[in-house]
């Protein structure tokens, strides 16, 4: 093995990415070394690549972007006993902190210390990725590379998508990105009754039904109103995922809720953004914001569900050289695509 490899990085405080030579990373007692087979591009990517002012407070530079990976393990740190050479692996990437009061609780994912790869560490946009062992995830025979350079993201849509009962309910989902659209998939698998996804993107919502069985709503042109008559639904929706950030959207989704409602947060919002909250307070909604996937609980239950039928595979679009890494942002940018995997080999 040669001590350098090939990484894409942010190398100025400016737009883009570059790719570039750097050493191949030195594991630690706890660490194991991956070689990276495959790796999503993530919207946080697209933060990182166009330089936005999250970008600018929050990534180091130089630094070696991504975050959604798959690989195989090829070093051991002394400590690590129980994984081995060969393993295909995937990872968590937050890299938690064992200090907190939630960490040292066991809910690790709540941990205020919490390090992203590719954001605040080194990534895993490169030939080499070091990873703590404990955030090593071994891949069954069912998950290949490209779904599992995609667990994160799907990560973030199960995390939110089991944040209520869906069995037999009714279910909005604002915004049919990626993990829109994967979150469908999965109130799908576990026995919602109706799954409606809006947007105001034709692409998306024409993807998203490739995906899944989901009714999609163009809000830009439909009347959500008349959908849920259509589905002979009378009091609104039982839960709501909400996968825009978009004001709109959120609006849209209180009005929609049934009494009692329970809504899942994960979208972001560009910045501060008005809310109704007496229309909350009186329809007695419940709202819950969600961060990252619980460490390791969404990893086991995303697995499982994988292992047992749930089909995510058309969500990813476009799949090419990493070496056209440039191609890949801008049909990125362009709003159509779904997912879009980098080959590493
Ligand atoms: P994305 O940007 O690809 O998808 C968002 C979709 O919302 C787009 O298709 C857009 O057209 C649509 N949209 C815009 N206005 C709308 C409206 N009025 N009604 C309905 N849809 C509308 O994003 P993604 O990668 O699928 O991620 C979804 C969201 O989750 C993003 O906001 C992202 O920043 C956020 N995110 C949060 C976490 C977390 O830990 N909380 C992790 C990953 C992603
Ligand atoms: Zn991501």
Same mark, same amino acid.
């Given at each position: 093995?040669?001590?350098?490899?090939?990484?894409?990085?942010?190398?100025?405080?400016?737009? #883009?990415?570059?790719?570039?030579?750097?050493?191949?990373?030195?594991?630690?007692?706890?660490?194991?070394?991956?070689?990276?087979?495959?790796?999503?591009?993530?919207?946080?990517?697209?933060?990182?690549?166009?330089?936005?002012?999250?970008?600018?407070?929050?990534?180091? $530079?130089?630094?070696?972007?991504?975050?959604?990976?798959?690989?195989?393990?090829?070093?051991?740190?002394?400590?690590?006993?129980?994984?081995?050479?060969?393993?295909?692996?995937?990872?968590?990437?937050?890299?938690? #902190?064992?200090?907190?009061?939630?960490?040292? +609780?066991?809910?690790?994912?709540?941990?205020?210390?919490?390090?992203?790869?590719?954001?605040?560490?080194?990534?895993?946009?490169?030939?080499?990725?070091?990873?703590?062992?404990?955030?090593?995830?071994?891949?069954?025979?069912?998950?290949?590379?490209?779904?599992?350079?995609?667990?994160?993201?799907?990560?973030?849509?199960?995390?939110?998508?089991?944040?209520?009962?869906?069995?037999?309910?009714?279910?909005?989902?604002?915004?049919?990105?990626?993990?829109?659209?994967?979150?469908?998939? $999965?109130?799908?698998? $576990?026995?919602?009754?109706?799954?409606?996804?809006?947007?105001?993107?034709?692409?998306?919502?024409?993807?998203?039904?490739?995906?899944?069985?989901?009714?999609?709503?163009?809000?830009?042109?439909?009347?959500?109103?008349?959908?849920?008559?259509?589905?002979?639904?009378?009091?609104?929706?039982?839960?709501?995922?909400?996968?825009?950030?978009?004001?709109?959207?959120?609006?849209?989704?209180?009005?929609?809720?049934?009494?009692?409602?329970?809504?899942?947060?994960?979208?972001?919002?560009?910045?501060?953004?008005?809310?109704?909250? +007496?229309?909350?307070?009186?329809?007695?909604?419940?709202?819950?914001? $969600?961060?990252?996937?619980?460490?390791?609980?969404?990893?086991?239950?995303?697995?499982?569900?994988?292992?047992?039928?749930?089909?995510?595979?058309?969500?990813?679009?476009?799949?090419?050289?990493?070496?056209?890494?440039?191609? #890949?942002?801008?049909?990125?940018?362009?709003?159509?695509? #779904?997912?879009?995997?980098?080959?590493?080999?």
């Amino acid at each position: 093995m040669s001590n350098e490899m090939k990484a894409l990085a942010k190398t100025a405080p400016a737009p #883009g990415l570059d790719m570039i030579r750097a050493p191949v990373p030195e594991i630690g007692p706890d660490d194991v070394l991956i070689r990276v087979k495959k790796t999503g591009i993530c919207g946080t990517d697209i933060h990182i690549w166009d330089w936005d002012d999250w970008a600018a407070r929050t990534v180091p $530079v130089p630094l070696i972007t991504g975050h959604e990976f798959a690989g195989e393990i090829v070093e051991l740190g002394k400590n690590v006993d129980d994984l081995h050479l060969g393993q295909r692996v995937s990872g968590e990437g937050h890299l938690i #902190g064992k200090h907190s009061r939630q960490s040292r +609780s066991g809910r690790f994912h709540l941990d205020p210390e919490t390090r992203g790869i590719g954001v605040n560490e080194q990534g895993a946009f490169a030939e080499y990725l070091r990873l703590p062992a404990f955030n090593a995830i071994p891949l069954p025979d069912a998950i290949d590379d490209e779904i599992g350079a995609i667990l994160d993201p799907l990560g973030n849509a199960v995390h939110t998508a089991l944040s209520f009962d869906l069995v037999g309910e009714d279910v909005l989902i604002t915004g049919a990105g990626p993990i829109g659209i994967m979150a469908a998939a $999965v109130a799908q698998h $576990v026995g919602a009754r109706h799954v409606v996804i809006t947007d105001v993107n034709p692409d998306r919502l024409a993807l998203a039904e490739q995906v899944t069985d989901v009714v999609p709503v163009n809000v830009a042109e439909e009347d959500l109103r008349e959908v849920m008559a259509g589905l002979k639904m009378k009091e609104g929706f039982d839960v709501g995922l909400e996968m825009s950030g978009n004001q709109r959207a959120l609006d849209q989704m209180v009005e929609a809720m049934v009494m009692g409602g329970r809504i899942a947060l994960l979208g972001i919002p560009p910045g501060k953004s008005p809310v109704d909250w +007496s229309r909350i307070v009186f329809k007695a909604i419940t709202l819950k914001g $969600v961060y990252g996937r619980e460490i390791f609980e969404t990893w086991y239950k995303m697995i499982a569900m994988l292992e047992d039928g749930l089909d995510i595979r058309r969500v990813i679009t476009h799949r090419m050289h990493v070496d056209d890494f440039r191609r #890949g942002f801008e049909t990125m940018k362009s709003g159509k695509s #779904g997912k879009i995997v980098l080959d590493w080999e």
